[in-house]
């Protein structure tokens, strides 16, 4: 009996799949002929009506999920919505959107098609809908998979910028939602024919199964942000930003500060700042409780850990801390195994190391970022720009963050980053972008070339290695004295002799373009 009903479950997973996809591809069909000035209503729409929202969804995800905090996670949907609306109001993602007179191309936007947009359970709301509005932004349907943990905040949140794109005039079908996700649920997504491209946001294995899909994928890679503060630094501000960093929304995000990395001459006071705006700093003893809870013997985080608050993680690991503690701080002095603390942690615990100069906290932050962080996020707090340069050039990372909050500074809350939710790690990470996911890398751009020169032209100009050089004008005609005929030679009697190089090039180049040229 139990066989048959999972056997009917898995064949209603795929048949949802299939209906959604199918109605997301006839939807795209006319998104694609909608004009700028439509989807940028469609969009605004949708964007209102997200912000308009932020507390009520926000609301339901901690509800639902227990993980972060109602006000944190409010300020995340306004982020994903009225924020990030802000920044794309007049990007052009429709008909030509690059001239380039001087060379005589142009580049046209083409939607991509349908999108897979997976959605994780740490930021289920305000990912979604972010996810949505850069989709229809770059005229994409989009199918969204949540969590099955966020399932309900989830369907929600698209639910409610759905409603709001269709009576501004997007076509039904655009946006929708899987109502029984699981694995089997999105796998099947991420493989259907009609899908053009996936957005994989969560841990590693969707990410890995959206790169194994066989479609064009954009995932994020794992993030684990060492956070140096250099002996120049403001050590209140540092330590201020900091603690109200890793504490927002309980670290769900996945750019927030891992570790902190300190120069020496500045350590007690850092500990005292850190202390003052609530920070904990862990005996060994207790340390090694929170870690034993914190991460599997794998290195894995805890389900149950995640995005819980510093009090509620003590008390789970059982040992008192003062009332207010906002994050947990554990004093460590290695990286890798023996040191849980030194892996990533989506919940308001920082490791803690102590240095001697910038070049010692350039070494460790580097062994940080390959344990399990190449490509995402790193931060620093200094004033000597030559040291900021320094870690700008050399750090495997591609958000490089400076005096500022590490969470909301990699996603573009307090940089001029672009403001997203999936954030691209290069090539060290396993992505296939460095930057913040937008709608920009949503479309096809198309080229429309005019011819240049003429193949004769093209033809000289390699001969005469100037292969850009625009045609120069004829020369005049020379009167060129004519020289008394030499009697010519039989083939028998000829001199023979190999053509030089520029002579076999020059000969081979002509053929080439004799040929082409009819």
Same mark, same amino acid.
């Given at each position: ?25 006839? @939807? ?8 700028? #000035?439509?989807?940028? @209503? ?16 926000? #609301? ?38 690059? #001239? ?49 943990? +966020? ?49 994989? &946001? ?34 209140? %501000? ?56 914190? *991460? ?17 993680? %003590? ?31 989506? +919940?308001?615990? *920082? ?11 350039? @070494? ?12 995402? &996020? ?22 490089? *963050? ?12 307090? &940089? ?17 972008? +460095? ?23 093209? %033809? ?5 290695? &100037? ?14 004295? #004519? ?6 030679? +039989?083939? %028998? ?26």
């Amino acid at each position: 009996m139990s066989d048959s009903l999972e056997l009917d479950r898995d064949l209603k997973v795929v048949q949802e799949v299939r209906n959604l996809v199918r109605r997301a591809v006839k @939807a795209q069909e006319i998104l694609e002929q909608m004009s700028q #000035e439509q989807v940028d @209503a469609i969009v605004a729409a949708m964007a209102q009506a997200g912000a308009r929202d932020a507390k009520r969804l926000a #609301e339901l995800a901690v509800r639902e999920t227990e993980i972060g905090r109602v006000e944190d996670k409010v300020l995340k949907n306004l982020f994903a919505t009225k924020f990030l609306h802000e920044r794309i109001r007049d990007m052009k993602t429709v008909g030509v959107v690059s #001239e380039d007179r001087e060379h005589g191309v142009y580049e046209i936007a083409a939607p991509m098609g349908v999108v897979a947009g997976v959605v994780p359970t740490t930021n289920p709301t305000s990912t979604a809908m972010y996810k949505a509005i850069i989709s229809i932004k770059a005229r994409n349907a989009i199918v969204i998979s949540p969590h099955p943990r +966020s399932r309900k905040c989830t369907m929600e949140a698209v639910e409610t910028v759905r409603k709001a794109a269709v009576a501004a005039g997007a076509p039904e079908g655009c946006i929708s939602c899987l109502e029984e996700p699981g694995i089997a649920a999105t796998n099947e997504l991420m493989k259907n024919d009609g899908v053009s491209v996936i957005i994989a &946001t969560g841990g590693p294995g969707i990410v890995k199964a959206a790169y194994s899909s066989g479609k064009p994928a954009f995932g994020v890679g794992a993030g684990n942000c060492p956070c140096y503060i250099e002996k120049t630094a403001d050590v209140a %501000a540092a330590a201020r930003k900091v603690v109200a960093s890793k504490s927002f929304d309980n670290s769900t995000i996945c750019a927030s500060e891992q570790s902190i990395i300190c120069d020496a001459a500045i350590k007690d006071a850092l500990k005292i700042e850190l202390e003052k705006q609530g920070g904990y700093f862990m005996k060994p003893e207790e340390r090694q409780k929170l870690e034993k809870i914190l *991460l599997t013997p794998q290195h894995a985080m805890t389900a149950a850990t995640v995005g819980r608050t510093a009090e509620d993680l %003590a008390g789970m690991a059982g040992f008192p801390v003062p009332k207010g503690t906002r994050v947990l701080i554990g004093p460590i002095d290695g990286v890798g195994e023996g040191y849980p603390l030194s892996h990533e942690k989506l +919940s308001p615990v *920082l490791a803690f190391y102590e240095v001697g100069d910038w070049r010692e906290a350039c @070494a460790l932050s580097i062994r940080l970022l390959e344990l399990g962080g190449l490509g995402h &996020t790193m931060s620093m707090h200094s004033t000597d720009e030559k040291v900021i340069m320094e870690f700008a050039l050399r750090k495997p990372a591609m958000r490089i *963050l400076v005096n500022t909050a590490s969470s909301l500074g990699g996603v573009g809350g307090t &940089t001029g980053l672009f403001p997203a939710l999936t954030l691209g790690c290069g090539t060290g990470g396993g992505n296939i972008i +460095s930057d913040n996911l937008g709608p920009q890398h949503l479309v096809n751009r198309k080229r429309l070339a005019y011819g240049q020169r003429e193949i004769e032209d093209l %033809a000289k100009n390699l001969l005469a290695g &100037t292969a850009f050089a625009s045609p120069a004008p004829a020369a005049p005609a020379r009167q060129v004295k #004519e020289e008394p005929r030499k009697p010519e030679l +039989s083939a %028998a009697t000829a001199p023979r002799s190999e053509p030089d190089e520029e002579e076999l090039i020059r000969r081979i180049v002509n053929e080439v373009f004799k040929r082409i040229g009819g």
